[in-house]
């Protein structure tokens, strides 16, 4: 059961009906996940923007860095350009080379990309070396084309699944999360989807409440670090410009649930928005788009807020107890015992 | 009485003796009130990091900044050079160049400055022009020079007092507030101090409840628009890199307040240590400095998300109602309601 | 006479019809000369990118910071937005605020703007102090505003005029320089002109040629510091983003004529699109914009380059000897026998 | 023969013994060139500022992107923390993972980094696809490891060689070029060596003449594009503020050679000192750095840009013509044709 389930609030803003990333039109969504063995505790999580070939046609895209202690690729040339040639790819912190090698892969041999040389691949990650032989690098590329071809649209698995696998998360297991919001048709009626890896440390608050505090478990009490990355879908049409205006919102998400983005964190938001595309090629000179006015665009920033707040409360939720790499274990969220500290406090909707 | 005597939590790091900017030792606060006639409601709020001559001692100090809809001036040079050479002091949005003029005057003709040609006033602000005759600018030099020469270290009122003489924040009378936290001995004993000037908008939250949302006021429900300017200061030995850092930490504090930085929002933040000078001139080519590693910064980035959030908190419990310009009128926080709330969910202490 | 009819070639695009940053159509140039007495030497230049009201009718801007040791105001909100909504104002360092509040007060009162409770002006300078008795700080906002309101399309007067009245340039009389581009209509047949206020070191090249060296007057050998502001138009369609990489061009441009950026130097370059405005208000949530696509841009980048190296070579050929302040003398720059030089090296054409 | 030994000048400031950036002490530099069958043209370039294990012992560094149209690996950690923890790879754009991969490879594998479970490989990249079969991902592990554990003190090929190989640059052969300038003690006596990978276009200026113009080959008149990778070291004691500074001085390096960093360069500098460094593991909760202050900076620009233009020219006059995919050549800079048109410009010394 997701938490919203159990009656907790996030935010004032309707979900989409599947409170999922995929609930912006066209997203998908591919998972591989790596849990075998004692101590292989990993796995890809891939996000495609839209159904075509995304190097042929180009979403608007920026990278909002919070803390970049992280391995993030792509950043400079989605900076530059203001767009998104491949899928979002993420996984852990030392599979990145194998994960852009095999976006690369994936692009150098869709069909019509025959004379592409060059390619910038966009690949996330955080670090599960708690639970996962993460020196061991156990994703191959094949894992990672699995992820792309396999991706869809509906619902998403979350918790300890895909690039969450082996994820730990305010001393709790992390994993993947996803939640969305759908504005109202008087502030446009968008969608925002995001989608989390969740891998860090703070002071837990759900739905306000203290959570860590009351479970006593929180950094600097406890040794808690980590990292988190975001992916903010939207069909609003966004340029790059606001689209690193809504990524920092995401960011303010992660703040609502107590993180501190410690120094040792990697917490990177990728934003990319829908609603058009920028061809490869093009005979014309020009692009001509229509972009929401920055006077139009706060409401989507707190939908950002919100869903980005309620993805990583939704990873928790899900994750399971996990024993991995060295017998470590991270333990699942009591969620009976949080829903109970929420319902006490009259919060349970 | 400010909320934490009535009971309610921010965090769980300590504060320092006065809760207040002024607990970081030396550093100065002084206000000037500009509240008469039917519509002068405004004001000039100074933060002094250290009691010697700024320019010929210049205080390491970054600036983040949070949304960038707003008029601060000076932020390319420290941004370029590390340092601040000139109090900060905070005021109206049509003030800021007879504030900055004021700086001016304040560093030209301060004892050991007669050569001086150059110097890069920092001047933030936001917009009161609800209550206050913006456009009538009201701040004179003659008022930022009494703020800088009366300034004092001690106890700094909060509310409708200086540049938050006329702010609305989240519906609600806003104002100047202020906190502080000091780490334990083993995490550097080191102390931040926050002092905020709040004007902005979203989904209230106190103590992690949903305030916002149970009185019926918020952002997309009423239109709630506008800015939060912090100053961060820090007896911790950081240098400009991680003061950036710090500072974008005040800007999660803002978040945990329920703040979106809507796109009408100029949320800045001025961070300061006060742990070493870097001299204006100098027999050597070298400065010589004992900073903070990177891996012991992280409890100081907790720090401030914490005094942030609560001096936001606290600018709302002093604020009293106001009417000013056009017979506008900003409620002020109904504090006994917000109270109840938070006692009826057992979230007092 | 100006370098270009020497024979001293800037590149290979040609120049628009007066070689002047009002080749690009609407622009105008105000110039206020403040020159009397032993040691008044300086004065206000005014850019407007287009007749209309420009705070009504926002022209996409980005602004570019190559070193930041200087004044700019209003970099945050071109930053976060992407347009400017009053004319540009250049003047001394310690004027920025009166030529601040001048538009501010320019704006307030233009018809259209009565309910404007927000502005942000966008003013640079650079240090005219060796030649200026600028702590006198003798601008005026009548200055400024004869600036503004005497603004006129046509010739522009280079050398010591306006802002560039008493600045020094590579250890010469530097001043206001002007040039433009006129791309060929293959290239999309757009216009780039700059304007630029001189006041900066290094190693003076010239059409290529050390002239620097051959003079025996350079930095390091002699004490050459200071800073440029640079002012770019276009009637090409581009949007912040790639104004932003226009402006960087600007700044490659310096680099052109042997400027080093140095530590003290406050380099700033202010891009702007006349193509097409964003309004304050619209019945619209969106705008719709035609822009160049990015792989169409780079001939503008070269078309900034020249303009601006030729920009800055054309304030070194108009400026005058001048005595002032501290009886200091900055001595123009020998033009006969820099040309001399250059013709003996085959350069002329 | 290198440009300097025909006698054309670059700059005012001497060079190190080797003019190369192996001139600052401890510095190595390793190649692996591919070269074989019609289409394999590409290879590895690595550089190491210190002798030691660099995990351990963290450089201070900055990355400066000049135009980001590029593929560098590294960039956010490096900017966040101000460090730079494992050897600098340079090769071409899509072997870029493989060299990523390596890097981890190499540091995981050192002894002492037994327990290393993250590691930020910084990798550089140009685009050799005119020349080379870049889609064929020639570059292996092995290749990388090599150039790693061969580099060395002493003199640098340059050329077609390592990352340079393929390259192509103002339509000529690029490749590898370097360059040093020596400090006078006066100015701190400091060395700054610069080392790049030249693959991109403009208007070709040699000693300032404008050599492009007169063998008719240059940019808009060709098709000429392309990036440029800069590595700059010196073992002037700066932190990563200043050296981002610095780095930002090479870019102006490369505008001096007439570079225009069109849409498609990835123009990237990677600024490191060897002054000291910044322990992984510290007993300590400081670090204590002596610095050199802002004022005593200006000159390590001047050098870097120096050492940037002519490390640029340098690789032109090492290439040579090369055949290689598709049947593309490109013809090495006809060398003595431009040391004809400079001296009969009387430029040569």
Redesign the interface.
């Known amino acids: 059961k997701r938490p919203r389930e159990y009656g907790i609030?996030f935010?004032?803003i309707p979900t989409g009906p599947l409170n999922a990333i995929t609930d912006v039109p066209g997203v998908r969504v591919g998972q591989v996940t790596l849990l075998h063995g004692p101590n292989v505790r990993t796995g890809v999580t891939a996000v495609l923007p839209h159904p075509g070939n995304l190097f042929r046609q180009k979403s608007p895209a920026a990278i909002y860095?919070?803390?970049?202690?992280?391995?993030?690729?792509?950043?400079?040339?989605v900076?530059?350009?203001?767009t998104l040639e491949t899928p979002i790819v993420l996984t852990n912190?030392?599979s990145?080379?194998?994960a852009?090698?095999a976006l690369?892969d994936y692009t150098?041999t869709q069909p019509g990309n025959e004379e592409?040389?060059?390619?910038?691949?966009v690949v996330g990650e955080t670090?599960d070396?708690y639970l996962n032989d993460?020196?061991g690098?156990h994703v191959t590329k094949a894992h990672v084309l699995q992820a792309l071809w396999e991706a869809n649209t509906g619902p998403v698995q979350e918790g300890n699944v895909g690039a969450g696998t082996g994820t730990v998360c305010f001393g709790f297991k992390g994993g993947i999360g996803t939640a969305s919001r759908k504005l109202p048709g008087s502030?446009?009626g968008y969608t925002v989807g995001v989608l989390v890896q969740t891998n860090f440390g703070?002071?837990l608050?759900i739905?306000?409440?203290?959570i860590g505090?009351e479970l006593g478990k929180?950094?600097?009490?406890e040794k808690l670090?980590g990292s988190c990355m975001m992916v903010v879908l939207t069909d609003a049409?966004l340029?790059?410009?606001n689209l690193k205006?809504l990524a920092?919102?995401a960011?303010?998400?992660?703040?609502?649930t107590g993180?501190?983005?410690?120094?040792?964190s990697?917490d990177?938001v990728i934003a990319v928005s829908t609603a058009y595309q920028?061809p490869h090629d093009?005979a014309?000179?020009?692009?001509?788009?229509?972009?929401?006015?920055?006077?139009?665009?706060?409401?989507l920033?707190?939908a950002a807020?919100e869903a980005t707040e309620e993805a990583i409360i939704n990873s928790l939720f899900a994750a399971r107890t996990l024993t991995g790499d060295g017998g470590h274990t991270a333990e699942q969220l009591p969620v009976e015992k949080v829903v109970e500290i929420i319902r006490?406090?009259?919060?349970l909707k």
Chains 1, 2, 3, 4 share one sequence.
């Not at 000179?285 to 972009?291: I, M, S, T, Y």
């Open positions: 609030r935010g004032v860095i919070g803390n970049g202690f992280g391995k993030l690729t792509g950043y400079s040339q900076e530059e350009l203001g912190t030392l990145v080379p194998t852009t090698d690369i150098l592409v040389r060059s390619v910038n691949p670090n070396g993460i020196r690098r502030l446009g703070g002071v608050q739905g306000g409440m203290p505090v929180f950094s600097f009490k670090d049409p340029d790059a410009r205006r920092k919102r960011f303010m998400g992660l703040a609502q993180g501190i983005a410690s120094n040792g990697g990177y920028i093009s014309e000179a020009f692009d001509q788009v229509k972009v929401l006015r920055n006077d139009s665009v706060s409401p920033f707190m807020i006490k406090a009259g919060q």
